[in-house]
């Protein structure tokens, strides 16, 4: 397994697209997994911090509203 950006022995896989990433490109930022509307209403989200990141792929910082399917 390599890093998709240095071709070097990759230790990670990126949270979100599944890229291999080595400990020079590795980065992190917060994982959303689930939004739910709390008591009074308030959206609130369950988040992992630092999960692994490549870099490259742009993970929305919050989930997008799905277009109703008719
Ligand atoms: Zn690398
Ligand atoms: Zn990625």
Excluded: F, N
Aim: with cysteine; glycine share 8%.
């Amino acid at each position: 397994m390599k890093c998709v950006h240095c071709g070097k022995e990759a230790v990670a896989i990126c949270r979100w697209c599944g890229r291999a990433v080595c400990t020079d490109h590795i980065k992190s930022m917060t994982y959303i997994i689930s939004v739910y509307v709390g008591g009074k209403k308030v959206p609130k989200s369950l988040v992992v911090a630092d999960a692994v990141w490549c870099g490259t792929c742009k993970p929305q910082p919050e989930p997008i509203e799905m277009p109703y399917l008719d």
